[in-house]
T-cell receptor
């Protein structure tokens, strides 16, 4: 099946710094990728939809200037958490939409962000 | 607002039992429904995908059904094993190519 990777798998940063998370589709091209966030014992919540070559679409309540998304190629989307705060500590997961008709989504392994 | 509810939130069973996990959703106009497994601190593993035109899908000891009219899906796990211990999430999309809406999951513990 299709494979999606994320890098890094975990990161610890200090308050006020920025962190970039990469999401790659390894064996297929993805015009659309999605970024989700999951707090402990909570469900995954959609943050934004990333479209190759255009601006991302953010969900209500998600600050676009804080969570910068770039989808510069058909296999790579990046999420940059700017001026990170401890409340941004979470598990960030991306998914890429498969091109077949079923539109199944394939998920990356996630990135654990801890802001100290 | 579209919501996905999973019942029970947690379940503990002895090895060998057959069990059913329930998922209900408020929007009957679904496109796809997926069941995932998530191990602690890990990402998601897709288990089964049911398209809106289908009623069930099977993979090994897993069987998922979909009843759009009642807004329900069930995941049936036969002959449970300790290795099945994980959190099971159901999620659906209501249009082709849109993001998934997730439930909070059912955390399953199978004891040997």
């Amino acid at each position: 099946g299709a494979v999606v990777s994320q890098h890094p798998s975990w990161v610890i940063c200090k308050s006020g710094t920025s962190v970039k998370i990469e999401c790659r589709s390894l064996d297929f091209q993805a015009t659309t990728m999605f970024w989700y966030r999951q707090f402990p014992k909570q469900s995954l919540m959609l943050m934004a939809t990333s479209n190759e070559g255009s601006k991302a679409t953010y969900e209500q309540g998600v600050e676009k200037d804080k969570f910068l998304i770039n989808h510069a190629s058909l296999t790579l989307s990046t999420l940059t958490v700017t001026s990170a705060h401890p409340e941004d500590s979470s598990f960030y997961i991306c998914s890429a939409r498969a091109p077949e008709s079923s539109y199944e989504q394939y998920f990356g392994p996630g990135t654990r962000l801890t802001v100290t | 607002k579209q919501e996905v509810t999973q019942i029970p939130a947690a379940l503990s069973v002895p090895e060998g039992e057959n069990l059913v996990l329930n998922c209900s959703f408020t929007d009957s106009a679904i496109y796809n429904l997926q069941w995932f497994r998530q191990d602690p601190g890990k990402g998601l593993t897709s288990l089964l995908l049911i398209q809106s035109s289908q009623r069930e899908q099977t993979s090994g000891r897993l069987n998922a059904s979909l009843d759009k009219s009642s807004g329900r899906s069930t995941l049936y796990i036969a002959a449970s094993q300790p290795g099945d211990s994980a959190t099971y999430l159901c999620a659906f999309s209501n249009q082709a190519g849109t993001a998934l809406i997730f439930g909070k999951g059912t955390t399953l513990s199978v004891s040997s």
